[in-house]
């Protein structure tokens, strides 16, 4: 969601902010722009679009600089609009980029207004602008200003600011935001995620909740909310520079579909040994928590959510206690019930989904045994403020739409599962068969993979369509859900996704020879009940696309188009379903020609509300 990139060198710094703009160009990219200081003046560019627009204007009227602030827009208040886009100014002095949203910005606006200030965008990052502007006449110092002005706003923020009058700094604010600096010889940068930084340096800080600094050429210096200096030192990352990196596919989504063999395997790495399962890096004392535990409740948002429901399946037949999944927006703002010796687990990608982060916090006064978070991003927010963590190991993913991350998070659910299983006395015999299966993952996904030129093919009777339904049954009705979540995101093509035993309690009415159906039909113990369902289909004219094992012995027929997915193992089936599913809404997105790594209206992480 947005992105920020802030630079302090001697040398130019306007194409590193450019460079560090493209690689964060995934959270957000409706409009882009920079402030550069230079001939003791603030000169800014702006362009509606991608940041190819304003590279571009950035090559016409180059504005070479050794301070300079810049930011890529997903839009939150005021349309997609140069006007709109960042950095905002006030009184040619002071430039500010902002993520986040701050709440009280109309009450601000007008008490700005009334001080004779004059709004030329729908932003409330404006209002921050003139809000540090009007700070400087009391506070001369710039973290100062910033930091009085932070005490004013309601509402999320990650901030950056630089002022004409010192420009030997650059002022950086965090709330609810992230915000990283880096370091390099004589020169410092900022960023909202390492990742745009990669190029110049490999040494970072995170800025902590509420904390301020001061960044210059010689140094950083941070202080907590109370105005205390920090010390913190800066640590090497080890995230790969070609993360950002497309290699030989023609689009980021592809790529992270094909990475998804050694993605499982990594997340697997060091923990299954002679077919036992051992997650040891969860923090300390997990085990005796998990000893008590009697209850989960699991919260995300999206993709997150649906690998908590495949997750919900597997808890309460294997640990047979009660498992509640409950969307993120929805938990935070409800009266909750807890039920006792509960642990409390976030799913997130990003580890900083503003709503995900908010039902931790709520969750944090409510009584729960302890909090756990799955997460991708080891320096996140959610990993900061959860008890203990299970990193996903699935490496940066750039697609909007989440693929690989979704499947280390089911494999890392499914450790988790047993982690609390054992130490609850989970027989040896049921963690063998499943550290059996997940031994055998990677290459069933692996085999999956290899279809992908038939499903290719099979994409081209759905690029017509204005809706698609999908259906599953168990553990495979999530699978049937993060399905259709892929086909609207990236093609989008109206999808819905329908446990398939619910089709006649009303979405039958649905069915003519226009409506795709597609079921998820792995050989389990469900898989009659899902033949009367696909018959219910098929005796109404229904066009079916049925992915189902071999052995499950769907006759191809009038009406009915069988794909064949060999998945071993019924526990890990989800996992080898979901990459048919991947592949298929890729391959219909491609035919539309919607952008697919940046899909319309989304941005990646979704740090606002
Ligand atoms: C869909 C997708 C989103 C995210 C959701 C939660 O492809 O990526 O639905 O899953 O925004 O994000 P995280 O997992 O970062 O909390």
Not at 263 to 279: C, P, T
Not at 569 to 598: H, R
């Amino acid at each position: 969601m947005c992105g920020i990139v802030g630079a302090i060198a001697q040398r130019d710094v306007s194409q590193i902010l450019v460079e560090g703009l493209k690689r964060l160009e995934y959270r957000g990219y409706d409009s882009a722009g920079v402030a550069i200081y230079k001939d003791n003046a603030i000169h800014r560019i702006r362009r509606l679009g991608k940041v190819a627009e304003l590279d571009e204007a950035l090559q016409q009227n180059p504005l070479p600089g050794g301070l300079g602030i810049a930011h890529t827009r997903w839009a939150t208040h005021g349309e997609p609009s140069e006007r709109n886009a960042h950095p905002h100014m006030s009184q040619d002095n002071i430039a500010l980029v902002h993520n986040g949203i701050i709440e009280n910005h109309d009450e601000l606006r007008d008490e700005l207004k009334a001080k004779g200030y004059v709004f030329t965008s729908d932003t409330d990052t404006e209002v921050m602008a003139h809000l540090l502007h009007e700070e400087l006449k009391t506070n001369s110092n710039l973290h100062h200003a910033l930091f009085a002005a932070t005490k004013k706003l309601d509402g999320a923020y990650g901030t950056v600011a630089i002022d004409t009058n010192q420009p030997d700094k650059m002022v950086v604010a965090r709330s609810g935001s992230p915000l990283v600096i880096g370091k390099g010889i004589g020169e410092y940068f900022i960023a909202s995620d390492q990742l745009a930084l990669l190029p110049v340096t490999r040494e970072f800080i995170y800025l902590e909740e509420n904390e301020v600094a001061e960044v210059r050429r010689d140094g950083v210096t941070i202080w907590d909310e109370h105005g205390n200096t920090v010390t913190r030192e800066f640590e090497v990352s080890d995230i790969q520079h070609d993360a950002v990196d497309k290699g030989q596919y023609r689009h980021f989504m592809l790529k992270e579909i094909h990475e998804q063999p050694s993605v499982v395997s990594d997340a697997l790495e060091g923990r299954i040994v002679n077919h036992k399962i051992f997650v040891e890096t969860l923090g300390q004392n997990a085990n005796k928590v998990f000893e008590k535990v009697e209850a989960l409740q699991l919260i995300a948002c999206g993709t997150s959510y649906n690998a908590a429901l495949v997750a919900k399946y597997w808890v309460e037949e294997f640990l047979k206690i009660p498992c509640l999944v409950e969307i993120a927006s929805e938990y935070r703002y409800r009266h909750t019930a807890v039920l006792p010796n509960s642990l409390f687990i976030t799913i997130s990608q990003s580890g900083e989904t503003a709503d995900t982060l908010a039902a931790l916090k709520k969750a944090k006064t409510e009584g729960y045994l302890a909090s756990l978070t799955v997460c991708n991003s080891p320096a996140s927010s959610m990993v900061r403020e959860s008890d203990f963590t299970l990193i996903t190991r699935a490496g940066t993913e750039i697609g909007v739409a989440s693929t690989k991350a979704f499947t280390a998070q089911l494999v890392s659910l499914m450790l988790l599962m047993v982690s609390i299983g054992k130490a609850k006395g989970m027989d040896e015999q049921t963690e063998k068969d499943i550290a059996i299966a997940l031994e055998h993952l990677p290459y069933e996904i692996q085999a999956a993979l290899e279809q992908a030129k038939e499903i290719d093919e099979l994409s081209k009777e759905f690029a017509e369509k204005h809706h698609t339904l999908f259906l599953g049954r168990g553990s495979q009705y999530p699978i049937a859900m993060e399905a259709a979540l892929k086909l609207k995101e990236i093609s989008y093509i109206h999808a819905e996704a329908y446990a398939a035993g619910e089709l006649k309690h009303g979405p039958l009415a649905l069915i003519d020879s226009d409506m795709p159906v597609v079921v998820v039909a792995p050989k389990d113990n469900l898989l009659e009940k899902l033949k009367s369902n696909i018959e219910e289909v098929r005796s109404r004219s229904g066009q079916l696309f049925v992915f189902a094992d071999e052995s499950a012995k769907i006759q191809e027929t009038d009406g009915i188009t069988v794909f064949p997915v060999k998945s071993e193992y019924s526990i890990t089936a989800p996992m080898v379903y979901t990459i048919p599913m991947q592949l298929l809404s890729y391959y219909v997105a491609l035919i539309k020609g919607t952008d697919v790594d940046q899909p319309r209206n989304l941005a990646k992480s979704v740090t606002v509300e």
